[in-house]
Nanobody
Framework: VQLQASGGGLVQPGGSLRLSCAAS????????MGWYRQAPGKQRELVAT???????NYVVSVKGRFTISRDDAKNTVYLQMNSLKPEDTAVYYC??????????????WGQGTQVTVSS
């Protein structure tokens, strides 16, 4: 199983980006999905999560600006980021709790995509 994240880049303050993360491989089922980020010199922090049923959760600093969504037919999770601020600069990682055929649920991580917010 592999998680491939994309969509990062350089954007000016106030701009928008949309991150995508697609899982591939022999996947039986995906439970929760989420996005985390790690800024230089800081610990990795949770940004947003979405449950199988579509319930979402956000860190306070991104509420009202970021939206997480999922497409189960494509095994993909998205993060729409609007009104970006310099403090959103970080490497963003996707996470999925999924089950391979005949195996228990495990956490899988994408490779990370850099988001830089700067003028």
């Amino acid at each position: 199983v592999q998680l491939q994240a994309s969509g990062g880049g350089l954007v000016q303050p106030g701009g928008s980006l949309r991150l995508s993360c697609a899982a591939s491989g022999h996947i039986a089922d995906i439970n929760g999905m989420g996005w985390y980020r790690q800024a230089p010199g800081k610990q990795r922090e949770l940004v947003a999560t979405i449950s199988r049923g579509g319930s979402t959760n956000y860190v306070v600093s991104v509420k009202g600006r970021f939206t997480i969504s999922r497409d189960d037919a494509k095994n993909t999770v998205y993060l729409q980021m609007n009104s970006l601020k310099p403090e959103d600069t970080a490497v963003y990682y996707c996470n999925m709790r999924l089950r391979r055929y005949g195996m228990a649920y495990q956490d899988y991580w994408g490779q990370g995509t850099q988001v830089t917010v700067s003028s």
